[in-house]
């Protein structure tokens, strides 16, 4: 359940980050062209190389834990929400461009319903990365979780630990894969065939 937790939250808080990021993008287009160079750098650097600097910020509690599954989540949703606004056709943009639509408008009832299939992709490739990056956190300090159990068997030389531990963290993976599955059943009934 630690592990659950720390992956729903992580992916819930990258979700809301990437969103309130991609909005800005969309009001501002100029941001644009300076934050996805750096968004990119940003990806060269190991994700597990910021888990102890998060420990001596927030602790050994949740907290870090949960951080450590937005940074793993929250790339992947930016990138598949921006290929999805590239995607909309260039006959939409200046149909809206023409009326003089408000930024309101665009975004809620022309960016992200047509940017849906890509923003679903890019979930369901978080949703998996949000278990990967919660057990990395616990890796590296945590007084329960999967990562815990997979650092201690590996310790203890406890295979039956060390299996347990991995399929429990495959059913995870696939758990938060499905609930995302299942949110765009009922979401994008309108591209899913």
């Not at 729903?8 to 996805?36: E, H």
């Not at 347990?164 to 758990?175: D, E, K, T, Y």
Request: hydrophobic share 60%.
């Amino acid at each position: 359940m630690t592990t659950f937790t720390e992956s729903l939250l992580g992916l819930v808080v990258a979700t809301l980050f990437s969103f309130f990021t991609m909005i800005l993008c969309l009001i501002y287009p100029k941001l644009l062209d300076l934050i996805v160079p750096l968004f990119v750098g940003s990806q060269v650097v190991p994700v597990i190389a910021f888990a102890p600097l998060l420990i001596m910020i927030f602790g050994l509690g949740i907290n870090g834990k949960i951080v450590m599954a937005a940074l793993m989540c929250f790339f992947p949703l930016f990138i598949n929400f921006l290929s999805g606004v590239n995607m909309i056709p260039k006959s939409i943009k200046e149909l809206i461009f023409v009326y003089d639509a408000s930024n309101w408008f665009k975004i809620v009832r022309i960016y992200f319903p047509l940017s849906l299939p890509n923003i679903f992709t890019g979930l369901k490739i978080s949703a998996t990365l949000s278990v990967i990056g919660a057990i990395v956190a616990e890796f590296n300090g945590a007084d329960f979780g999967i990562g815990k159990n997979l650092f201690l068997s590996a310790k203890r030389l406890e295979p039956e630990l060390l299996m347990a531990s991995l399929m429990i963290s495959v059913f995870l993976g696939g758990f938060m894969y499905f609930m995302i599955w299942v949110i765009e059943k009922k979401l994008g009934k309108w591209y899913l065939k």
